[in-house]
């Protein structure tokens, strides 16, 4: 059994204990030491039967665990990501859910998250820290850069490339072929038809320029 630590301590890390959880049934793999989490309130409580063992200044205290950053936002995660680099040479854990159905002839990167209900097809490219949601679709040949997530009942199609750090909401679906620019936020529910060159918000049917995004917003 290999020590894993879960960066964030709200509802999202909740459900990684879950699935750690999950795949312990199927295979033993983890020994879920508890959380880190640099919101103060959460130091010293026990969530979901875990410890919160603080900030992520205490990531030095256990420098040979396996760690996984379960932060929705890509933007934050990259941030949080970055800062525990800087104390530790860290190991990430990529953690997929037992259901999930994904062939041989996809690759995935460190530290991602495959959460339960998925089905990613072949030759896709999944890149580090990318999380897919529940009951999402990945199609042929797909790129899905670092830092992404895919919130659950995503749809994407296949030949797509998402880059970095975009967030795809809940229930939107991304055609054959489209290619999304980094730092990019498209909608619950929206459907992308065309490539996004520009990065901003889109919403709507079919997807359509919001507003730009700003980092240091999000």
Same mark, same amino acid.
Request: charged share 20%; with cysteine.
């Given at each position: 059994?290999?020590?894993?630590?879960? +960066?964030?301590?709200?509802?999202? &890390? !909740?459900?990684?204990?879950?699935?750690?959880?999950?795949?312990?049934?199927?295979?033993?793999?983890?020994?879920? =030491?508890?959380?880190?989490?640099? *919101?103060?309130?959460?130091?010293?409580?026990?969530?979901?039967?875990?410890?919160? =063992?603080?900030?992520?200044?205490?990531?030095?205290?256990?420098? *040979?665990?396996? /760690?996984?950053?379960?932060?929705?936002?890509?933007? @934050?995660? !990259?941030?949080?990501?970055?800062?525990? #680099?800087?104390?530790?040479?860290?190991? /990430?854990?990529?953690?997929?859910?037992?259901?999930?159905?994904?062939?041989?002839? +996809?690759?995935? &990167?460190? &530290?991602? %998250? %495959?959460?339960?209900? #998925?089905?990613?097809?072949?030759?896709?490219?999944?890149? #580090?820290? +990318?999380?897919?949601?529940?009951?999402?679709?990945?199609?042929?040949?797909?790129?899905?850069?670092?830092? @992404?997530?895919?919130?659950?009942?995503?749809?994407?199609?296949?030949?797509?490339?998402? *880059?970095?750090?975009?967030?795809?909401?809940?229930?939107?679906?991304?055609?054959?072929? !489209?290619?999304?620019?980094?730092?990019? $936020? %498209?909608?619950?529910?929206? @459907?992308? +038809?065309?490539? $996004?060159?520009?990065?901003?918000?889109?919403?709507?049917?079919?997807?359509?320029?919001?507003?730009?995004? #700003?980092? &240091?917003? !999000?």
């Amino acid at each position: 059994m290999k020590d894993l630590i879960i +960066v964030g301590a709200g509802g999202f &890390g !909740r459900e990684i204990a879950w699935l750690s959880e999950r795949m312990n049934e199927a295979s033993p793999t983890w020994n879920l =030491l508890g959380f880190i989490d640099d *919101n103060p309130d959460f130091k010293g409580k026990m969530i979901g039967g875990y410890s919160v =063992l603080g900030g992520c200044g205490v990531s030095s205290e256990y420098p *040979n665990a396996w /760690y996984v950053c379960a932060i929705g936002c890509a933007v @934050v995660r !990259r941030k949080i990501v970055q800062k525990i #680099n800087s104390l530790i040479p860290a190991r /990430y854990a990529t953690l997929i859910d037992p259901s999930t159905l994904i062939s041989k002839r +996809v690759s995935v &990167g460190e &530290g991602c %998250i %495959i959460c339960a209900g #998925n089905i990613i097809t072949t030759d896709i490219t999944i890149g #580090n820290h +990318v999380i897919v949601n529940l009951d999402c679709t990945i199609g042929h040949d797909a790129i899905i850069e670092d830092f @992404v997530t895919l919130y659950p009942s995503v749809n994407v199609s296949g030949t797509t490339t998402i *880059n970095s750090c975009t967030e795809i909401g809940t229930g939107a679906q991304i055609i054959q072929g !489209r290619r999304i620019e980094s730092n990019t $936020i %498209i909608g619950a529910g929206a @459907v992308v +038809v065309d490539d $996004i060159r520009k990065p901003g918000i889109y919403i709507g049917v079919p997807a359509r320029f919001l507003k730009a995004t #700003n980092n &240091g917003d !999000r």
